[in-house]
C-alpha cells in the first residue's frame, strides 16, 4: 500500500502522464525561479517590473497559447494547460492572468476566429512572447451585460472607425494588439487593433488592492481607424467574446485551485512549527478540523479541474459545466485562503507568507469572467430550464 501524502491525499498524481508531469514541473520551477523570490515586493509595490521579459520567458517554455495548435503554438492538452494554470497562479494570480488573457482570450480570438492572414500576423509573436495582447470586452458600465455595450465600430467607405472605452483590461498598457469587441450595423464584431494606431490609448489603472502584481487598464478609443481587414471575419454576435470568455474559465478553473493550495501548504508548514501552550499549533483539534476541512475542498477542487479538463480534451465539455467548475472552485479557494489565515493569526496578514495577497487577488477572480451570479444563473437555467437572467 502507498505511503499517504499529505500534498496529494487523493492521489492525483496517478491521473497524469509523463509529458503531464514534464508540463506540471516546469512551470513549477520556472514560477519558483523566476516569480516566487520577487512576488512580495511586486505585490507590495503595486507593478510587475519586467513584464516583457518575463512574456518572453514563458513564450519560451511554451506556455502561451499552449492548447493552440500551430503557428508556433505548443498544441498541449487542456490538462497541461490547467495544470500550468495552477502552477502560475500558486505562485500569484496576477502571473496567471497575464498568461490567461494571452493565450485564452487574445490568442485565442485570434486563432478562433481570425483570418489566415491575421493569424500569421500576430499568432507567432504572441507565442513566442514577442508580442503582448489584450482582450477588451468589459467597459466602464457594462460587465455582466456585454451585449449593452456602447463601443462601436461604423464602416467608412473600406474602412472602420472605432470609439469607445473598455474597462479593467489586463496587459492593456503593454499591448501590441487589442482585440476588442464592438457593436456594429451587423451585430457585435471582433477587431484586431494594433496598439499604435492612431487613436488609441491604454491608460493603467492604479490603486488597486487586487492583482496589484499585473497590467491592468483602460483601453480608449477616439476615431481609431481601421482597414477592413482589421475585422475577425468568422464570427458576428456575442458566441464571439463568450467563446473566448469559456476558453479562459476554464483556465481560472484550475488556477484558482492554485492560490488554494499554496495557502494550504503554508498553514500547514506553519501548524507544525508554530508553538502555543507548550506544543505544535497543529497538534490542538480545531486547527486540524480546519486542516482537514481545507484538504477536502482543495483536493475535490483539483479532481474536479481534472474531470473538466478531460472532457474539454474529449470534446464533450458544455459552457454550464465550466461555470459549474468556476463557481465552485474560486469559492471554495477563497474559503480556504481565508481559514489558512486564521491558522497564522497575525502572521497571516503579512507578506512574507502568501496568504492574503491570494485572497485580495482572489476576490479580482471571483468578480472577473463571470461572477458568483452570472455562474448561478447559468446553472439554475441549466437545472430548471427556466430563464432568470432578465
Avoid at 456575442?238 to 493550495?261: D, T
Avoid at 502555543?276 to 476541512?293: E, N, R, V
Avoid at 512574507?352 to 477572480?365: G, I
Wanted: a negative charge.
Amino acid at each position: 500500500m502507498s505511503a499517504f501524502l499529505p500534498h496529494d491525499p487523493l492521489g492525483l498524481d496517478e491521473l497524469l502522464g509523463p509529458e503531464d508531469l514534464a508540463v506540471r514541473d516546469t512551470v513549477r520551477a520556472w514560477a519558483a525561479d523566476r516569480v516566487l523570490p520577487n512576488i512580495a515586493q511586486w505585490y507590495e509595490s503595486g507593478e510587475l517590473p519586467g513584464i516583457r521579459e518575463l512574456a518572453r520567458e514563458l513564450g519560451g517554455i511554451g506556455a502561451l497559447g499552449m492548447s493552440l495548435q500551430g503557428y508556433g503554438c505548443a498544441g498541449a492538452s487542456a490538462v497541461q494547460y490547467g495544470l500550468a494554470c495552477l502552477e502560475l497562479e500558486a505562485a500569484d494570480s496576477g502571473i496567471r492572468s497575464l498568461v490567461s488573457v494571452q493565450g485564452s482570450l487574445a490568442m485565442y480570438a485570434i486563432w478562433k476566429y481570425g483570418s489566415e492572414e491575421q493569424k500569421q500576423r500576430w499568432l507567432r509573436g504572441m507565442a513566442a512572447g514577442e508580442l503582448i495582447g489584450c482582450f477588451g470586452l468589459t467597459e466602464p458600465d457594462v460587465g455582466s451585460d456585454p451585449a449593452a455595450m456602447r463601443t462601436y465600430a461604423k464602416r467608412d467607405g473600406t474602412d472602420w472607425v472605432l470609439n469607445g472605452r473598455k474597462m479593467w483590461i489586463t496587459n492593456g498598457s503593454v499591448a501590441a494588439v487589442a482585440v476588442v469587441w464592438a457593436q456594429t450595423d451587423e451585430g457585435i464584431r471582433g477587431f484586431a487593433v494594433p496598439t499604435d494606431t492612431p487613436g488609441f490609448s491604454a491608460p493603467e489603472i492604479k490603486h488597486k488592492w487586487s492583482l496589484r502584481a499585473s497590467v491592468t487598464s483602460e483601453l480608449v478609443m477616439d476615431d481609431v481607424r481601421l482597414p477592413a481587414d482589421a475585422v475577425l471575419p468568422l464570427v458576428t454576435g456575442l458566441k464571439g467574446p463568450l467563446g473566448c470568455l469559456s476558453h479562459a474559465r476554464y483556465g481560472i478553473i484550475w488556477g484558482s485551485m492554485g492560490a488554494a493550495r499554496a495557502s494550504f501548504e503554508s498553514a500547514l508548514d506553519y501548524a507544525r512549527t508554530r508553538e502555543q501552550f507548550g506544543k505544535p499549533i497543529g497538534g490542538f483539534q480545531l486547527t486540524q478540523a480546519k486542516l482537514a476541512d481545507m484538504a477536502l475542498e482543495l483536493h475535490k477542487g483539483i479532481l474536479l479541474a481534472h474531470h473538466l479538463g478531460r472532457r474539454m480534451d474529449a470534446g464533450t465539455l458544455r459552457p454550464e459545466q465550466i461555470s459549474f467548475g468556476k463557481l465552485n472552485n474560486v469559492r471554495e479557494a477563497i474559503e480556504i485562503c481565508r481559514t489558512a489565515r486564521t491558522i497564522l493569526g497575525a502572521n497571516g496578514i503579512s507578506l512574507e507568507y502568501p496568504v492574503m495577497r491570494h485572497a485580495t487577488n482572489l476576490e479580482s477572480v471571483l468578480t472577473y469572467e463571470g461572477t458568483v451570479e452570472m455562474h448561478q444563473l447559468v446553472l439554475g437555467k441549466a437545472l430548471t430550464g427556466l430563464d432568470a437572467f432578465r
